[in-house]
Every structure is written in C-alpha cells, then in structure tokens.
C-alpha cells in the first residue's frame, strides 16, 4: 500500500514552509482503521465558517482564515499570534470515497473522517466538503 497522506511538495514545503506559524496553526495526526482515516487537525480560534476543505485531483486542501480580533486598548509588549489564511494539502490516494467524508469541528480541532474504497470506484472530480 502507498504512503497516502504525505504533503503535496515536500522540496517546496521546506524552502517556503514557515514551521514556526504556518505548523503551528494546522497541525495534524492522521489514522488509518481497515475502512477509513481519520485526520485531526488543529485550527484554534477559527469558526466552522471560516473553515474550506476541498478534494480535487486525489488532493484534500484544509483551507481556514484566523480572523484578527479588535485591538484592546494599551500597548502590546509582546504579540505572537499569527492571523490571515492558512492552507494544507494532502495526498489522499486512490482509495478514498470522495462522497464519503464526514467533518465535524470541536474544541478547536477538525477531525475528518474518509472512508476507503477500491480504486476502480474512485470519481475523479472536485467536491467542497465544509
């Protein structure tokens, strides 16, 4: 079985990639049962409309905007929260139901449940999720 799951271009990823927010911000484990995977990612502070996920081309793209609050009143000494449009794609493989993906959003974190098929069942297409 191939290694589905990976990131889209590993060699892009590290050059341009920056670890210390755009990691933090969509951090991910990924399981595999015999009928489905399970990806759990974290997306604090972000709204269920703030939230796209798309399968197009075997590539599932998490997409999520952090919108910046209203500043408080006072100077900031420190601020290291990061804001602005955030995206993560994966390699999802042929044996993947593109109907047949559930996502549901809890305590900051997206878990997307994908159910396995056969690749000779596959659909080719592109499909918003959320």
Do not use: C, W
């Not at 049962?33 to 703030?50: Q, W």
């Amino acid at each position: 079985m191939r290694n589905y799951f990976n990131s889209i271009n590993p060699i892009f990823d590290s050059l341009f990639f920056d670890k210390d927010t755009d990691a933090r911000m969509m951090r991910t484990d990924i399981i595999e049962h015999e009928n489905d995977y399970v990806l759990n990612v974290e997306v604090p502070d972000v709204e269920k409309k703030d939230i796209k996920v798309t399968l197009n081309d075997s590539r599932l793209t998490i997409s999520v905007t952090r919108n910046e609050p209203e500043e408080e009143k006072g100077s900031y000494l420190l601020k290291e929260r990061r804001y602005g449009t955030y995206s993560r794609s994966y390699y999802v493989g042929e044996d993947v139901k593109f109907k047949n993906i559930t996502a549901k959003l809890n305590n900051g974190v997206l878990t997307l449940t994908i159910q396995k098929t056969k690749p000779e069942e596959k659909e080719d297409q592109f499909v918003e999720i959320l």
